[in-house]
Structures are given as structure tokens and as C-alpha cells.
């Protein structure tokens, strides 16, 4: 299995069999036929693109693009649209949504393999621009996603899952600033489904619990919220 893997998201077979005949020698393609099974597996695992159709059984594609767009794990990567429909109004619609490229069907195989593989190049050169995030004694990898405790020249990993290294890079970013549980709970979980105070709570005693080394700490000001603060002496 390549390690590169692409979700394409499309109810029709030939589509399926044309994308992995275009894409397949190249890339691991993950085919679903509807917008909640791509859900499930992407709980799990972060593709390096979409692929998506417009119009799907359970949903429309403009819709759940925007919806990824929403949620900090998938702000970032490329998002292409497959359609039929060559309409102006479809189109801006579609960019509106946050999508990277708008490619009409049928499919060319040869246009379809350089378009993924220009906007992975792409993306990869945007992701070196800044390879690493360091505030105090965190180094924040952003290619491979790991947060590394720096002491006297040692890094230790702190063993931050996907959504926790996001949520922390965030307050890291605003070190000092503490966030009302509104503005928390509308860039990482209102999309999450129902989400309870004490969900969030329990996330950043997770977090809390993994900087017990570090020269900072997670900070609750009660009845208000969170944020990232040094450790007081």
C-alpha cells in the first residue's frame, strides 16, 4: 500500500474504476460511494487529498467540503470537486465551499493524475515554508504532526494525538490568551456532533497532563475558559 493515500468519495463505479486506473499505480486510492462512510475512515486517518462529487446519496459534496474546511484537521488539505455540471454559479459555489480544484467529468486519466500530483507538489512546498512551530520548550513539528518536549538539548515526544497537536498549536500560537468555551468549541468541535463541557474538559486535562515537564501549562479561568500560560514559580 502506498503511503500516499487520496479519498474519493463518488456513486458511481466507473468513476471508482477511471480514478484508480488513473491514480492507482501512484497513490492508495480509498473509494467510498457515500459521505458518511468517508466520515467513519476519516476519524481515522488523514488523507493527502479529496476527491469529490457533487451530488452523493446522502448529501451534497458543496456541503461537506464545507464542512471539512471547518475542522482544524482538514483546513488544509487539497479538496477537488468531480462534476458534470459545467455552471458558473456550481463553480463559485464550489470555491466558495473551499475547493482546490473544480474538474468536470468524464475524467481525462492523464489530466487527472498532473492536476493531483501539481497541487501535492504545491502543497508540500507550502507546508516546508514553516516546518516548525517552537514556543518556550515545545517544538511543534508541522509534517509529521508531533509536539517534542526541548530540555538541555533532548526532545521528548509527548505523545499528543492528531486533534490534541492541533488543539494545542492553537493556544501555543496565542500563548497567553485564554479562549471563552464558545470560541473553542466553534473551531474544533462544533462540527464533532454533540460535544459537552465535560468533553472539553477532559481533552485539555489530557493535554494538561502531557505538559506536566514542560515550562507551560494549560490554564482554566473558571465560568470562562482556556488557554496556555507559563507555569507560575
Known sequence: MNAISIVLIDDDEDIHHLVQVSLGSEFHICSFKEIQKAKEYTKRNI??????????P?????????ELRKDP?????????????NDVTKKLLAFNAGVDDYILKPLEPL???????NRLRYFR???????????????????????SLIQADQEQ???????????????AKHEGRIFHRNELYERFWKERGNVSDRT???????????????ALTIKNTYSIGYGLVKKVA
Open 125 to 147: 512546498q507550502i507546508k516546508q515554508v514553516q516546518k516548525q512551530f517552537i514556543q518556550e520548550d515545545l517544538k511543534f513539528d508541522l509534517t509529521n504532526f508531533t509536539t
Open 47 to 56: 488523507p493527502a487529498l479529496f476527491l469529490i462529487d457533487e451530488e452523493l
Open 200 to 214: 472539553i474538559d477532559q481533552h485539555m486535562a489530557r493535554i494538561r497532563k502531557k505538559l506536566k515537564n514542560s
Open 111 to 117: 489530466d487527472l493524475l498532473a492536476r493531483v500530483k
Open 73 to 85: 484537521e482538514f483546513e488544509f488539505i487539497p479538496i477537488f470537486m468531480l462534476t458534470y455540471k
Open 157 to 171: 515526544t509527548l505523545g499528543l494525538t492528531p486533534f490534541e497537536f492541533l488543539l494545542l498549536l492553537y493556544l
Open 58 to 66: 446522502d448529501g451534497s459534496g458543496t456541503e461537506y467540503i464545507r
